[in-house]
């Protein structure tokens, strides 16, 4: 389905709309806000909303698809980063448990 619009609203009232993957609250503040952000095709139906808060962490993969040789090591905390709200690197707190055995050949997602 492809979207037309973007509905943002801020604690539960809107405050604007946009076509683009962007949107700046020009009158956000210091406090905690909850953001949500719903999609709208152009038959005017609209999908699942998506909430963020606007003081919680993130964390982003920074490869979808790795591919190692036999033997070859594997540190999963390479192909993440955390961020606080105000953008300070929390990478280093990040806890990640995988059971990617670089020994065995096969094929695996995670």
Same mark, same amino acid.
Request: hydrophobic residues 30%.
């Given at each position: ?9 801020? #604690? ?17 503040? #210091? #406090? ?42 594997f540190d999963a ?11 300070? #690197? ?21």
């Open positions: 389905m492809i979207y037309l619009v973007y509905e943002i609203l801020k #604690d539960g009232k809107v405050i604007g709309f946009t076509s683009s993957n962007t949107y700046i609250d020009e009158n956000a503040t #210091d #406090d905690n806000a909850q953001y949500a952000v719903i999609p709208y095709a152009k038959d005017l139906t609209s999908a699942n909303k998506v909430e963020i808060n606007s003081k919680m962490p993130s964390i982003s993969i920074q490869q979808e698809k790795i591919t190692l040789k036999v033997g070859e090591k905390k390479a192909y993440v980063k955390g961020l606080t709200y105000t953008g300070e #690197d929390i990478t280093s707190n990040i806890k990640i448990e995988n059971n990617v055995n670089p020994n065995k050949k096969k094929e695996t997602t995670q």
